[in-house]
């Protein structure tokens, strides 16, 4: 019993779950601080306000209806999925992009042997 819960702790797939929750939670400050303190202040600059949960405010039956708090966390959304984005889904994207194209440039001793011995094996190639 044990011994399968160490097995399970110690698969690739666990251990990368956690690493990846651990650099999400670090990664949260950096994208937080961009939209706080850059974003933000630049829409601020902009439209006048640092938020929109001013705006649209109904009063319905006593009840104050603030659509404006929901138009502030959708925009506050829109910048923390740009910002994630441009920051690291792009940059990731391109470092994969390019290691790809090294990878397919420079074929290793054994891919070559074995590309030797398919071309060797091909009837009515001579060589």
Do not use: C
Not at 42 to 48: D, T
Not at 81 to 88: K, L, P, T, W
Not at 89 to 111: C, S, Y
Request: proline share 4%.
């Amino acid at each position: 019993m044990f011994k399968g819960f160490r097995d399970f702790l110690t698969q690739g797939n666990v251990m990368d779950l956690a690493v990846a929750v651990i650099i999400g939670a670090a990664f949260t400050q950096v994208v937080t601080a961009l939209t706080d303190s850059v974003l933000m202040p630049f829409i601020s600059a902009l439209v006048g306000s640092p938020n929109f949960d001013d705006f649209a405010k109904v009063t319905l039956n006593g009840n104050e209806l603030a659509f404006g708090v929901l138009l502030t966390a959708i925009v506050n959304f829109l910048l923390i999925a740009a910002a994630v984005y441009f920051a690291i889904v792009m940059p990731m994207n391109k470092l994969i992009e390019m290691r790809g194209k090294h990878a397919e440039e420079e074929p290793t001793e054994e891919v070559a042997l074995l590309t030797e011995i398919r071309d060797a094996l091909v009837p009515g190639t001579k060589h």
